[in-house]
Structures are given as C-alpha cells and as structure tokens.
C-alpha cells in the first residue's frame, strides 16, 4: 500500500458494479477529489480477472477521452483499487434519467468525444466492447469520457479474442450473435461502433431503441430483434445529418460499417459547435 492509498477518505459510494464498488474519495493532504473503484479479494475469480483486465488497459491509455487512471493499489490483502479521475456529472444514463433526451446539438458533442476516445483505443488496439450510456462519464464541463474496461479485449496476435461472450448483450452488435462471423473475419473493433450508435438513438429517443418505452428486456425478443430485424433507425423530423451517422453506425453487415476515424469526418460531428 502505498501512502496515497492511506490518505485517501471516503466520502460517498458512486456505484456498485458486478463485485466492485466505486466510491468518491477525497485525498486529505490535497483535498482533491477523485473515484476510487475497489474489488474485494473474496470476489470471484470472473470479477478479479476482470478488474486485472481493465487495471492493464487504464495503465496504457492516456486520453483526454478515457477516464483518466491515477494509480493502482494492489493491497497485501488482495484488495485491489483503482484511483481515477472525479467525473462530477454522472454519466450519460444518469444525465439521461435525471435531465430528459438530448437534443441533436448535445449528441453531436458527445459523438465526438466518444468517437475521439474510440479512434485512440482502436488505434492501441483496444476493444472496449461495452460501450453504453452508463459506460459513458460526463463532468461539468460536458466532457464525455469512456469508462469501465472491464469486459475489454486488448487485441494481440491472434483474432480468436472476441469469442468469448463479454458485454451487455443489448448492446451487441449482430455479428456477435453468429456463429459463422464470430470468428475470423470478424474484427471487433466495429461492434464499438453499432453500440455507440444504439447508444446515441438512446440518447435521442429517451428509451433502448430496440425496446418501446418502459419495456423490461426479454433476452431472446431482444435478440431475435438485433440479429433478424432492420436495425433502429430515427423518427421523424431530425437532420439529415443526424439520420445519416446513425445509419453508418447501425450497418449489419460489420463490414460496410463505418469506423471510428471515418466517422469523426461524418457531416454529423464534424464542426465543433460554436
Ligand atoms: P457495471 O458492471 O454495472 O457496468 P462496473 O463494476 O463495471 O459496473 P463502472 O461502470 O466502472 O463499474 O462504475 C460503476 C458506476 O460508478 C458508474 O456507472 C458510475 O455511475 C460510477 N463511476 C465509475 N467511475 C466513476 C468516475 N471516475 N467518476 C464518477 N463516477 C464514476
Ligand atoms: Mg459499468
């Protein structure tokens, strides 16, 4: 343990994960404030090694679309922390639940700084393959962070990576659910791409858009929606720019969906907002 482990107090819990808290903490020498997620020796090995899995990828990223990692304590107990940055406005869920929908303006700022934070991990070849509103940080100043690595894949030689079933699973994207293109051909990186759009139908609409208003998910409809219906698309009445960055994010086909560098040239995103 180091010294900044013990300096650390807690000042409220943020969230509870599958076996892991997070907690806002403030460190008493500095009084900064900052969130500490920690992972309890005693819980399964899925949850520790999930918590490894993101501790290795919050070790290699540095940007300012990734929730930013301080430092790591792995203590003689086997408690493990994460000191992250604060992101004092929630996420985009909570912002979505508490606020109301977005309006196309907000989206196109958020889309972004998703897709920034998309295009650097792609290019470390990092698959964060959970990618969701609840994923998805947001302080004060509207910067939107990508968060919660723990289903992630970090992408080595071979490509058998993306086999194993990770991830919420309304968010996958139809090639997941195949079992003729969850193999080779299948890269991973563009499933981030179909949740990003689901997630920003989400964000307009106010509701899962495979899902009317207030419905509870049923696995299979849910699936049987994603992998044999039309993908979601806009309702009426928003820009054609908007209609058309959904639809080269929510392509079937993997293939003819756009990746992340592609989209940050879109119409939709490309003009920051003055
Ligand atoms: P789940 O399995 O539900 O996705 P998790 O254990 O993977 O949860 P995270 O998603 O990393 O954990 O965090 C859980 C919640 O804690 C988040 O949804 C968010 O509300 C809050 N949280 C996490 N990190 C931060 C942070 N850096 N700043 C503010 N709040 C945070
Ligand atoms: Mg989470």
Redesign the pocket.
Known sequence: TTTAAVDLEKIQV?????????Y?VVQKKTSNV??L?V?HADSDPMMRR?IFR?MEILRRTDSPYV?HCHEIFEKPDGDIAIM?????A??L??LLKNGGRFTEKTLADVARQVLNGLNYLHAHKIIHR?IKP??L?VNKNMEV?I????VSKIMCRTLDACNSYVG?CAYMSPERFDPDTHGANYNGYSGDIWSLGLTMLELYMGHFPFLPAGQKPDWATLMCAICFGEPPSLPEGVSDEFRSFIECCLQKDSSKRWTASQLLSHPFCRQPES
Do not use: P
């Open positions: 943020l969230g509870h994960g599958n076996g892991g808290t997070v806002k900052y969130a997620k992972v999930q993101e929730v992250m940055e604060y992101m004092d929630g996420t869920d909570s959970d609840a994923n940080l962070k968060a919660d690595f723990g919420t």
